[in-house]
């Protein structure tokens, strides 16, 4: 409540600073404009930053210490034996102390202790974070008076509020990059824990795939096998199958909408296209395991086949069609952006409509819709309620569509699941997949690229 009470007054003093700075600029001005240095509006956002600037870094400030503070009061709190338990008891102790600050119930006796520790932990939330929005509050309050004072004619606003613009969206695009590297790095170190116990090549050429390991010492069971091939050619089969439902009717769909059709029917046929993007995973998964498989299985019966109950095409298919808007809505939108006068040189020389299409429109957007069949191919690799529910967990080898296979993404989440030990090379094994599917995709991504740059090139 006291956050929510913070950002609406924060939102208003930034608005109140914002007419104070323009307001100010006027005044120094004379009432005339001309004579400062930028636009009033930007005499305004000075001073709003200077209202909304320190006071969001000092509440930012206590909202990432809190929680450690919090914990030291807690520790601090406890009676002297209590604190110099070894670190193992002394966490699970703080665990429970903080399920009892919020009202949970534990398995361990509640003595008085316990309580006033619970209730000096509490505290620091309640009483630390209101002194924290008053203190945020009052440097708001302050930075509008400094910030006015400084609003003259020959302050150079539009300058100031640029560069610190650009600094924001420096720390931005930093904080996405250093983003990107961790997630690889984390990827990374425990993939290479992974493969210091498991041949590399025996992971990925291997042609077993059954990670169960013993999980005590002397436990009689498997020591596991790590061969990923059924993975990839699990993936790749339920791929390639939603490629061919989701590409072929995409493109028509996109030719038919830009070139074709009139404007009242795309103006509703893409809206209605678009909502297949929107609907949950998991009602596509419970399409295909409760209509679309039954259905292959009860034909392939009839025709003499043997379907299993979980199978790739019903996978594949139904993926398929979650994908179709990927590849029709940005693949009309790209051949939209083929400039008219493209089509009419092309009619003037006594092209048809379908020549233009095939001869000059298509190759022009070529790169855009290769983009488009990329992402849909990376929407489709990294697809997993619907493997799970339609196709099924068993890391058959198989080309066969009519049989269950699983892919990378669904292994992942199977080997994260549950009660495991993280140090295990079951466990482990789930981190080199992510980096083997974080390999392929960047390779996606720099073939379409590649793509995109060649045919940009002859088109521009």
Aim: charged letters at 10%; glycine letters at 8%; one cysteine or more.
């Amino acid at each position: 409540m006291t956050i929510t009470v913070y950002l609406g007054a924060l939102v208003l003093l930034l608005l109140f600073g914002y007419w104070l700075g323009k307001r100010r600029a006027y005044a120094v001005s004379g009432g005339h404009p001309a004579y400062l240095h930028s636009l009033p509006s930007y005499y305004g956002v000075y001073v709003a930053m200077w209202c909304g600037i320190p006071s969001a870094l000092l509440a930012a400030l206590w909202f990432a210490m809190e929680p450690h503070i919090a914990q030291w009061v807690l520790v601090n709190a406890l009676p002297p034996e209590k604190q110099n338990l070894p670190p193992d008891e002394l966490g699970l102790l703080v665990t429970d102390i903080k399920n009892i600050a919020a009202g949970y119930s534990v398995f361990r006796d509640v003595t008085p202790a316990l309580e006033r520790a619970a209730a000096a932990y509490e505290s620091v939330f309640q009483i630390g974070r209101l002194f924290a929005i008053v203190a945020a509050t009052g440097i708001a309050i302050v930075g509008l008076a400094v910030g006015q004072r400084y609003v003259a004619p020959s302050l150079r606003a539009r300058n100031l509020v640029e560069r610190v613009i650009t600094i924001v969206m420096i720390i931005a695009s930093t904080i996405a990059i250093l983003t990107t590297v961790g997630i690889v790095l984390s990827l990374l170190f425990e993939a290479l824990r992974f493969f210091g116990r498991i041949n590399f090549m025996e992971f990925l050429f291997g042609l077993h795939w059954a990670p169960q390991t013993a999980i005590r010492e002397g436990q009689v069971g498997s020591t596991g096998s790590f061969g990923a091939v059924p993975l990839f050619a699990g993936t790749m089969l339920i791929t390639v199958i939603a490629m061919l439902v989701a590409v072929p009717v995409g493109l028509f769909s996109a030719i038919y909408l830009s070139d074709y059709a009139p404007k009242r029917i795309r103006a509703s046929v893409k809206p209605i296209l678009e909502i297949l993007a929107g609907i949950p995973t998991v009602v596509y998964g419970f399409f295909a395991a409760l209509t679309v498989a039954p259905f292959f299985r009860d034909w392939g019966n009839a025709l003499g086949l043997d379907v299993a109950s979980q199978s790739a095409l019903a996978a594949g298919i139904v993926m398929g069609i979650m994908i179709i808007p990927f590849v029709s809505s940005l693949s009309d939108d790209v051949m939209n952006a083929v400039p008219q006068d493209l089509r009419n040189g092309a009619y003037a020389m006594g092209a048809t409509q379908a020549e233009t299409i095939k001869q000059v429109v298509f190759p022009a957007a070529l790169p855009g819709i290769v983009g488009a069949i990329l992402l849909a191919i990376s929407r489709a690799i990294g697809e997993t309620m619907i493997v799970v529910m339609a196709a099924g967990l068993s890391a058959n080898l198989t080309a066969n569509p009519l049989e269950a296979v699983t892919t990378v993404t669904v292994q992942i989440v199977t080997l994260l699941t549950g009660d495991q030990q993280f140090d295990s090379s079951k466990t482990l094994a789930a981190f080199a997949l992510g980096i083997t599917l974080f390999v392929v995709t960047l390779c996606l991504n720099v073939a379409a690229l590649n793509i995109v740059r060649k045919y940009r090139e002859k088109y521009e």
